[in-house]
């Protein structure tokens, strides 16, 4: 019995799925599978038949049932608890002819995991793509579509897969059943600490996706060390060796495990000058040593911090193959690249007074809204607010004060939401300067933006907050943003 574990109370049960049911013929539903939803509620009970009890990664190791099951050492039956990935895994083919690269980090991942996409199908209109994992489409799913089409004997569903990973979906067992043939950790920065306990702990999980490199032809792609705080940057260093050695045995040197580390602002790896709008990429691999140049000029995407994007994309596809993913190939397709929904958007342009509307809304804390501010180039009133990350430094936990830096360079900026008022408190003490307005919702805000910007500037909605106090998700915030911008009524 395959026992499914979802926190989401709201979840549809597998058991239920007409596609699965259909797929696994109705009589064996919840026999040979069964859904449990709602981590609070579990009880014991709930591995009674279980042989594979899988994780969705909104269960934390931390719930005492699941705890129980991994610390029962009853010999007469061993539960096997795995997280979604590797199940899914599992029933991928594992072959070198299906190209993976697993991308994680605090920020940019999803806009990478989309560019590296891109640049795939632009490359040759056959490559057959898919993208998803903690964006999007899970990689169950990718897995089901494998195993329907071994079924019916039809052609494989994909040739390359980029899969964007959470440390929700890393912290779970099964590791050794996650094979990729190039990884990334974009960036490092404090996140989700409520639920890892510390930074240490939280880099030991990102640094955990070099341990699904096997062989000295995979590209491992380290964040930039000027990005990234001194203790941080060497805590994912002993991170990454430990892991290594880890899924290291007697039958598998750890030479073969972990890859070949290359850098982000560093040579081999892939440095960009966002003046002229040039990378230079330097592969370091098995029977692959050669630098070379990707122009850049071409990118629409808004903000400086899409070039360092499109470059650590394109050293990616690159290295899977670099006479298939060439300069040239990688260059023309820049000119295609269109980041995600919410990420530094332009959702409305006014025609009467030239002002643009970016939203901006995926940035959810402030490491990934400095990103966004401090690349674009528009004098802008910028949109901050909702509820934010505890634990973070600052006057209130709150950690706004590195943002003062990144506001003066532009207009002014509103508060608004559940923690407008506290992350004003941090602004001011910071010496970021009084916001113009610190307001209840996000529509306040937008309604006193408006009012106070010049012509030919700009309104950009980057909160570094979390959405709930709100909206649905930061994709629902994003949405109601653009309403706004355009005038129109909206309810929410």
């Not at 004060?401 to 509103?414: A, I």
């Not at 010049?454 to 570094?464: E, K, Q, Y």
């Amino acid at each position: 019995m395959v026992i499914g574990v979802d926190a989401n109370k709201n979840c549809v049960r597998l058991e239920d799925d007409r596609s699965i049911a259909n797929s696994a013929k109705q009589k064996h539903a919840g026999k040979i599978l069964r859904t449990e939803l709602g981590d609070e509620s579990l009880e014991a009970t709930f591995v009674e038949d279980a042989d594979v009890v899988v994780l969705s990664p909104g269960v934390p190791l931390t719930n005492p049932m699941v705890e129980k099951v991994m610390k029962d050492t009853n010999a007469k039956k061993k539960i096997e608890i795995i997280s979604e990935l590797a199940f899914a895994m599992k029933h991928i083919p594992d072959d070198r002819k299906i190209k993976k690269v697993a991308i994680t980090g605090t920020n940019g991942k999803s806009t990478i995991c989309q560019f590296s996409g891109q640049l795939i199908e632009r490359a040759n209109s056959n490559n057959k793509v898919f993208v998803g994992g903690n964006i999007g489409v899970p990689l169950s799913t990718c897995a089901l579509e494998f195993v329907r089409a071994d079924y019916d004997k039809k052609t494989r569903p994909y040739d390359y897969l980029v899969v964007e990973l959470s440390s929700y979906q890393l912290e779970h067992p099964g590791l050794k059943n996650l094979k990729f043939d190039a990884a990334c950790v974009t960036s490092l920065t404090p996140d989700h600490l409520e639920r890892h306990g510390s930074m240490r702990n939280y880099t030991a999980i990102k640094a955990s996706v070099f341990g699904t490199l096997r062989g000295s032809r995979c590209l491992a792609l380290m964040p930039s060390q000027e990005g990234t705080d001194t203790e941080t940057f060497e805590m994912l260093e002993v991170a990454r060796r430990k892991v290594i050695e880890e899924i290291s045995d007697s039958s598998q040197l750890s030479s073969t495990i972990g890859g070949v580390t290359h850098g982000v602002g560093t040579l081999p790896g892939v440095v960009v000058d966002t003046a002229t709008k040039e990378a230079t990429i330097q592969l370091d691999l098995e029977k692959v040593s050669k630098q070379e140049k990707l122009n850049l000029t071409s990118l629409s995407a808004v903000g400086q911090h899409n070039l360092r994007n499109a470059a650590v994309a394109a050293i990616l596809v690159h290295s899977l193959d670099p006479s298939k993913f060439s300069m040239d190939e990688l260059t023309k397709g820049v000119a295609h690249l269109e980041p995600p929904p919410h990420r530094m958007q332009r959702v409305y342009m006014s025609v009467s007074n030239d002002v643009e509307w970016i939203d901006d809304s995926k940035a959810t804390n402030v490491e990934s809204a400095i990103a966004g501010l401090s690349g674009y180039d528009k004098s802008a009133i910028v949109l901050l607010g909702g509820v934010a990350k505890t634990g973070m430094g600052g006057f209130h936990g709150l950690g706004f004060g590195k943002l003062t830096d990144c506001l003066k360079q532009h207009k002014g900026y509103v508060c608004f939401g559940q923690s407008g008022g506290l992350i004003a408190e941090e602004l001011v003490e910071a010496g970021a300067g009084v916001p113009l307005a610190v307001v209840d919702t996000m529509r306040e805000a937008v309604e006193v933006a408006k009012g106070v910007v010049t012509d030919g500037n700009a309104v950009v909605l980057s909160p570094a907050c979390a959405s709930f106090d709100e909206f649905r998700n930061f994709e629902h915030r994003g949405e109601v943003f653009k309403q706004l911008a355009k005038g129109e009524e909206v309810e929410y």
